[in-house]
């Protein structure tokens, strides 16, 4: 059964970065298009980035374009965000997930997740 356990999350100022990894355990990512959610509480969780099982095919949320980039390693059976030029706004818990297709949606919503994890919290303050 796929687990996903996410890691890197943290306390930073503003304008900071923060690297967040996502590893996988009992199977193996290399075939699912996977992505990174975040959720503060009273809102819903939105699509922050995602990308195709290949890498050929990466999508970002708007207010996170060129600020934050994920990417993957398949022979590691990991995946990570990269984030830098952070802001308050960012503040989330940021959950990661694999989808049964290697595909991946414009909006990054999962066609049919196989799993999540369990989330890590980031908070932007100074």
């Known amino acids: 059964q796929l687990q996903l356990v996410e890691s890197g999350g943290g306390l930073v100022q503003p304008g900071g970065s923060l690297r967040l990894s996502c590893a996988a355990s009992?199977?193996?990512?290399?075939?699912?298009?996977v992505g990174w959610f975040r959720q503060v509480p009273g809102k819903e969780r939105e699509g922050v980035a995602c990308i195709s099982s290949s890498s050929i095919t990466t999508n970002y949320a708007d207010s996170v374009k060129g600020r934050f980039t994920i990417s993957r390693d398949n022979a590691k059976n990991t995946m990570y965000l990269q984030m830098n030029s952070l802001k308050p706004e960012d503040t989330a818990v940021y959950y990661c997930?694999?989808?049964?297709?290697?595909?991946?949606?414009?909006?990054?919503?999962?066609?049919?997740?196989?799993?999540w994890g369990q989330g890590t919290q980031v908070t932007v303050s100074s």
């Open positions: 997930a694999a989808d049964y297709y290697s595909t991946v949606q414009g909006t990054c919503a999962m066609t049919a997740a196989l799993a």
């Open positions: 009992g199977a193996t990512l290399e075939y699912n298009g």
